[in-house]
């Protein structure tokens, strides 16, 4: 897995005119192919009108999986040079989708090439992007009388805490760099007195 990899902020949306086409860029985080098509979907829906909705999307943290069509646009003028902007960028698991409504003067394979890529990229300029890290989940397990203490230092110290949960035991969820695991089960059990369980799991991103 990559140690990290940058995704659009959020979902959004930002609007251009070339020579008189409205160019609408939707843009979505998508870690999945499955997430990617629902949004094309969803935002062709909310442009029945348009002239052309054309599409491109990158998934995996490595960029492996990349699609982009053209939607009736000159071959090679729309998806691609969105997708282009996306890689450019080193974007990953994204999805953006142009909406263009014609203006009445043609663009040339290109101007649309230009006008494309550059609603991706003002897109994303408005939008903004955010980095997200390769994290190992770990679970710690204590007693109840440290969970509070041990809670407040893992918070305090800056520690990614996902998720805590009261039973008999508690358990704190947290994610963890893989370089700092070795060290951070040391000081778990000087923190502790060593009766403090880590059970290490499988990796996950989350925001860096």
């Known amino acids: 897995m990559e140690e990290q990899?940058?995704?659009v902020a959020g979902t959004g949306v930002h609007e251009t005119?070339?020579?008189?086409?409205r160019f609408v860029c939707a843009l979505a985080p998508a870690a999945t192919e499955e997430e990617a098509r629902a949004f094309i979907a969803r935002v062709r829906a909310e442009h029945p009108g348009a002239t052309h909705n054309c599409w491109a999307y990158v998934i995996g943290a490595d960029g492996g999986l990349q699609k982009s069509d053209d939607d009736g646009e000159p071959g090679g003028t729309a998806g691609l040079p969105m997708l282009q902007m996306l890689?450019?960028?080193?974007?990953?698991?994204?999805?953006?989708?142009?909406?263009?409504?014609?203006?009445?003067?043609?663009?040339?394979?290109?101007?649309?090439?230009?006008?494309?890529?550059?609603a991706v990229g003002e897109a994303l300029d408005a939008v903004g992007t955010r980095v997200r890290q390769r994290y190992r989940l770990v679970t710690v397990t204590t007693d109840h009388q440290r969970a509070g203490r041990l809670e407040n230092d893992l918070r305090t110290g800056g520690r990614s805490v996902r998720d805590v949960t009261y039973g008999?035991?508690?358990?704190?969820e947290l994610g963890l760099p893989e370089a700092e695991l070795d060290?951070?089960?040391?000081?778990?059990?000087?923190?502790t007195?060593?009766?403090a369980r880590l059970t290490v799991g499988g990796e996950a991103y989350a925001d860096a």
């Open 193 to 195: 007195a060593g009766t």
């Open 87 to 118: 890689t450019r960028r080193g974007v990953r698991c994204a999805v953006a989708v142009v909406s263009r409504y014609f203006g009445g003067t043609k663009l040339g394979a290109g101007g649309l090439i230009r006008a494309y890529g550059g």
């Open 5 to 7: 990899y940058v995704t």
């Open 183 to 191: 060290g951070f089960r040391s000081w778990l059990a000087d923190s």
């Open 17 to 21: 005119e070339v020579s008189r086409s």
């Open 168 to 172: 008999a035991e508690v358990t704190i």
